[in-house]
């Protein structure tokens, strides 16, 4: 019990089994989070009886060992608990970090899928595209991104394709789709699968697409021949490279090519008679059932993606399945062709999963940035600007003419000492706060309010006279006066002293007029504090 009390306090992922057996002790919460699975439901999961627990007894405790799961790699490190009953072993499970050789060969493998990979932005120009691609265009990448499809296709094509990827970019769409592309330089026409999500920038908006498109001109060449004959028929689709068949009314197979007696590990023999059901089993068997069931209620070609569940992998297909007539016109069977489009959708995965945490990464940098940004530029303790941000943006509002006269209020907190003396350094510091929650509240959004240091503050006042400004401060002083008596009765009377000078009449530039307003605030505390006090005009 102390044992998993202690593990259940890590915020590290760790597994406790025992070392008899390996059988199953304790799992920790940080490792049902690290591997997105129910503390409740992993001693009986496929997780840890087939694919976890074979990693440990492969493995040898003094390294560190791979494993896999939901196309994650981690990596396993153990240690040894010894205990008067028996041996634990505590396996700490950490995300496996990608090498530079794993990144390249990443980008190597898109270069390599056989498919067009490429991503636009929201103008629908190319941010990316592959080697294959580049062959496509015969450009190179630096000539590919930056423009658009306009510029490789010609303007009947390039519109159609951004009539395509409009709401893709602009509702955020997914769009699977075939596009029949003219293709200029090759004088021909091009049929493609394509497969077009949306990009989203570090703020959650839409910046653009990704998309996999798969060249199936050959494939419709086919389809247009399937009619030909069944002899130039069986040849024809046996060298194929698709997973071909056909199947009755009562979706029974009729007929499988070469390669679907491979994907089936069985002769066409055995498969033909067969339904879903007798083939895949229940689940599997009704999904597959389901879009069959379609082609024959509507009576027309039908296109879908179908998945087919081991457990060791989930695969996807692209299947076009098309209606055939009988010499009577009715609707008898139909054919099928499925292309194996795993490594799309496996790619798909990992560039969406790379994406989002390369969007974390940025947020969790722009937040640092925007932490050290507030440190440098506002006081820590009441959250005004400080003085530094002051003095390196108050002349813009003297020497901008166009804002009219600029004003200032000095603001000191009458014996503020004596208050820190008598309530203490945390009531002196709640008062402070509460001055500055005052001010705030009493000037415009184009006002700054500083703390200029200590109980010292200072209010710049753009367009501004110098009547407003102290009319501004005598109601400051007066609002600081009622908030400090109903908040902190213990310090009832505290006051504040205010000097207010502006420019023209005292200058031109921050530092005269501060000058000014500095010694209209001396003059305050002078007459006896608790008032407000314009400086002496500048003899002309």
């Not at 590290?12 to 503390?39: F, G, H, P």
């Amino acid at each position: 019990m102390q044992t998993t009390e202690l593990f259940a306090q890590l915020k590290e992922a760790y597994l406790i089994v025992r070392e008899e057996d390996l059988s199953y002790v304790y799992i920790n919460d940080a490792a049902c989070k690290l591997l997105r699975i129910n503390r409740d439901e992993f001693p009986a999961s496929s997780l840890w009886k087939n694919h976890l627990r074979s990693a440990l007894q492969s493995c040898d405790i003094t390294l560190e060992t791979p494993f896999f799961h939901q196309d994650q790699h981690y990596t396993l490190s153990i240690s040894t608990l010894a205990s008067d009953t028996e041996t634990l072993l505590a396996i700490n499970i950490n995300l496996a970090v990608p090498s530079e050789d794993t990144l390249h060969n990443f980008f190597n493998i898109v270069d390599h899928l056989g498919a067009y990979v490429y991503c636009k932005d929201k103008n629908f120009n190319y941010t990316y595209a592959n080697q294959r691609v580049c062959e496509l265009f015969e450009r190179s990448i630096d000539e590919i991104i930056g423009s658009n499809d306009l510029v490789f296709f010609g303007p009947e094509t390039g519109k159609a394709l951004q009539a395509i990827d409009q709401p893709v970019i602009e509702q955020g769409e997914t769009v699977e789709t075939e596009e029949l592309n003219y293709v200029p330089h090759l004088q021909q026409h091009r049929h493609y699968l394509a497969v077009k999500k949306p990009l989203y920038d570090k703020f959650g908006n839409r910046s653009g697409l990704f998309g996999i498109s798969t060249d199936i001109t050959e494939q419709k060449a086919i389809q247009q021949q399937l009619h030909d004959s069944e002899r130039k028929l069986s040849t024809i689709l046996d060298n194929v490279g698709a997973y071909i068949f056909i199947k009755n009314r009562e979706r029974r197979f009729t007929y499988i090519n070469r390669m679907t007696e491979a994907l089936f590990q069985r002769k066409s023999d055995e498969i033909v008679g067969m339904n879903n059901f007798d083939l895949l089993g229940p689940e599997q068997g009704e999904e597959f059932d389901r879009t069959d069931r379609q082609v024959f209620e509507n009576e027309e070609q039908l296109t879908c993606i179908e998945t087919f569940i081991t457990p060791e992998e989930t695969f996807y297909y692209w299947t076009v399945k098309i209606p055939m007539r009988n010499d009577q016109g009715e609707i008898d069977s139909y054919i099928g062709i499925s292309t194996d489009i795993t490594e799309q959708k496996r790619l798909e995965n990992q560039v969406r999963k790379s994406n989002a945490q390369l969007q974390q990464t940025i947020a969790e940098i722009n937040h640092l940035k925007d932490e050290l940004q507030q440190q440098a530029t506002h006081d820590a303790l009441t959250g005004l600007y400080n003085r530094r941000f002051l003095e390196e943006h108050a002349n813009i509002s003297f020497t901008d003419h166009t804002r009219g006269p600029t004003s200032i209020l000095m603001i000191d907190v009458d014996h503020f000492k004596k208050v820190n003396d008598l309530l203490g350094h945390k009531i002196g510091d709640e008062i402070l706060k509460l001055l500055s929650n005052v001010m705030t509240d009493e000037c415009r959004n184009t006002d700054l309010v500083c703390r200029y240091g200590g109980e010292e503050f200072l209010i710049l006042l753009p367009n501004t006279t110098i009547d407003i400004s102290f009319q501004k401060a005598e109601w400051i002083r007066k609002r600081y006066e009622q908030a400090v008596s109903k908040h902190f009765p213990k310090a009832k009377g505290n006051s504040i002293s205010i000097g207010v000078a502006a420019s023209p009449d005292h200058g031109n530039q921050f530092e005269a007029v501060y000058q000014a307003a500095d010694k209209a605030l001396y003059l305050a505390k002078q007459q006896g504090r608790n008032k407000s006090v314009i400086a002496t005009r500048s003899k002309t």
